[in-house]
């Protein structure tokens, strides 16, 4: 199957900075880019929907400003989480879907975030 | 909009007999149903899916979905549990017909613990 390479798989940050993760998609080109977010022990919930060469599309009750979401080539796009706090620490997961729309989508291997 | 319910938290089964993951969903137009499987502090990975054509899907390691339209459920089955199995299982739909959002939505995911 398709690959999805995500970095970095873990980082721990002090509260008030920024971190940024970065998915790619290693050997296919996917206009498209999804970014979940999982808590401990519960389902994926998406975050927004990343688009090659323009905005974001955020879900319901995801703040834009805090979760920064670019996506400049056909193989990369990047979260960044700007001024994290504890409540941010979390479990993110992209994905991409390549070819048809059929197509199931692939998954990174996740970011373990740690606000301290 | 669009749902996915899996109904148990945990399934325990013994090694080398039938398991069954159960997972019904809700769409309003054609479902594109999908199963991932996810192994602790890593990404989701792509088990099978259900597109159109035969309702008995067959996937990797084993696994196989049948898909079920007058109960809508599309529940996940393997004919002898590996001690290997024992993960979190996430069933997935999305709106074929493109009336919903383009990333899946998941169920809330099934432990499946297989006893030696």
């Known amino acids: 199957g398709a690959v999805v390479s995500q970095h970095p798989s873990r980082v721990i940050c002090k509260s008030g900075t920024s971190v940024k993760i970065e998915c790619r998609s290693l050997?296919?080109?996917?206009?498209?880019m999804f970014w979940y977010r999982q808590f401990p022990k519960q389902s994926l919930m998406l975050m927004a929907t990343s688009n090659e060469g323009s905005k974001a599309t955020y879900e319901q009750g995801v703040e834009k400003d805090k979760f920064l979401i670019n996506h400049a080539s056909l193989t990369l796009s990047t979260l960044t989480v700007t001024s994290a706090h504890p409540e941010d620490s979390s479990f993110y997961i992209c994905?991409?879907?390549?070819?048809?729309?059929?197509?199931?989508?692939?998954f990174g291997e996740g970011s373990r975030l740690t606000v301290l | 909009a669009q749902s996915v319910a899996q109904p148990e938290d945990q399934v325990n089964v013994a090694e080398g007999n039938p398991l069954t993951v159960k997972c019904t969903y809700s769409v309003s137009g054609n479902p594109y149903l999908f199963w991932y499987v996810q192994y602790p502090n890593r990404g989701l990975q792509f088990l099978l899916k259900?597109?159109?054509?035969?309702?008995l899907v067959k996937g990797s390691y084993g696994f196989e979905a049948e898909f079920n339209k007058s109960q809508t459920s599309f529940h996940l089955k393997k004919p002898s549990a590996l001690v290997s199995d024992s993960a979190l299982y996430f069933c997935?739909?999305?709106?074929?017909?493109?009336?919903?959002?383009?990333?899946?939505?998941f169920g809330k995911g099934t432990h499946l613990i297989i006893q030696p």
């Open positions: 994905s991409a879907r390549p070819g048809t729309m059929t197509g199931e989508l692939f």
């Open positions: 050997d296919f080109q996917a206009t498209t």
């Open positions: 259900y597109i159109t054509g035969d309702n």
């Open positions: 997935a739909v999305r709106d074929g017909s493109g009336g919903g959002a383009d990333g899946l939505t």
